[in-house]
């Protein structure tokens, strides 16, 4: 009995041992190789992609086109400084004969034009595809999306055709910059359409150092006639938010403007 009673003794403190000692191991071995932290969740996954409302290819003359395509992001948070596409060209026959890649910005819930010019081939061009590779989604806060206001006015009616040597018809228009950011570059897409509203033509410039407060015009040209009569312009005017470089200064002082969380 008293054997038995001993053994067992011996057998519970060796247990105890044992455990105490493996603990202790277990906590050292964790100190020197700590689990791998789990990942963070990416709160992109769930983004809905960029849409594609619309798109064109016009013939300007010859083998010369313009491509515009009318897009829209349907998240409220999240906008991109870099949209990645590429454009593939095919001929008559269906052969793909040209790729071109390009990108653009677009804010948290904007709807805006994206105009590719010039596209210059040897031979005619039957179809374009447009594709978009790549969204560096960005979360802005409400004062980056919303803070910069740009008014475009004066532009509906401002199509002429002047028919001067290598210009055919212009338009334009002016742009407020409502805001209280002296602004180093702005975008400006013209498009042109007719009475059904069809796009005939589109082109682009660009407004450097543009003040705050200030109102600044603009103007586009078209070399040759188009297929159709124009009846009305629409324009647009942008600046990428997501840069800070873009933001000159504050209206009374210096301040950085992008936020993002």
């Known amino acids: 009995m008293e054997e038995g009673r001993r053994k067992r003794k011996q057998a519970l403190i060796a247990g105890i041992f044992f455990l105490i000692v493996g603990g202790l191991g277990f906590l050292i071995y964790r100190g020197i190789y700590p689990p791998p932290p789990s990942p963070t969740p990416n709160p992109t996954i769930n983004l809905a992609p960029i849409e594609v409302i619309n798109r064109w290819l016009f013939n300007v003359e010859n083998n010369d086109y313009d491509f515009l395509v009318k897009v829209a992001n349907p998240n409220t ?25 390009g990108s653009f910005y677009i ?5 805006k034009y994206v105009a ?12 374009v595809d447009f594709a978009i590779r790549s969204v560096d989604w960005q979360k802005l806060s409400p004062l980056a999306a919303t803070g910069v206001n ?10 002429v055709e002047v028919q001067q040597p290598g210009v055919f018809s212009k338009a334009g228009g002016k742009v407020l910059n409502d805001s209280d950011f002296d602004l180093d570059r702005v975008d400006v897409v013209v498009v042109l ?22 109102i600044r015009g603009f103007e586009a040209a078209w070399p040759s006639p188009f297929v159709g009569k ?17 933001f000159l200064r504050q209206y009374g002082g210096q301040e950085k403007f992008k936020q993002m969380y």
Request: glycine share 6%; charged share 20%; hydrophobic share 35%.
């Open 107 to 111: 804010l948290p819930g904007q709807v």
């Open 230 to 246: 124009v009846a009305r312009v629409d324009a647009e005017a942008n600046t990428n938010v997501f840069e800070n470089s873009n």
């Open 150 to 159: 740009l008014v475009v006015k004066n532009y509906e009616n401002s199509y």
């Open 77 to 101: 948070d999240y906008g991109s400084p870099n949209v990645e596409y590429e454009l593939i060209f095919f001929n008559s026959a269906g052969a793909q004969i040209s790729k071109k890649t």
């Open 193 to 214: 359409f007719d009475e059904n509203g069809t796009p005939l033509g589109v082109n682009k410039t660009v407004i450097n150092t543009f003040l705050a407060k200030t």
């Open 116 to 127: 590719d010019l010039p596209l210059k081939f040897q031979e005619p061009i039957s179809r």
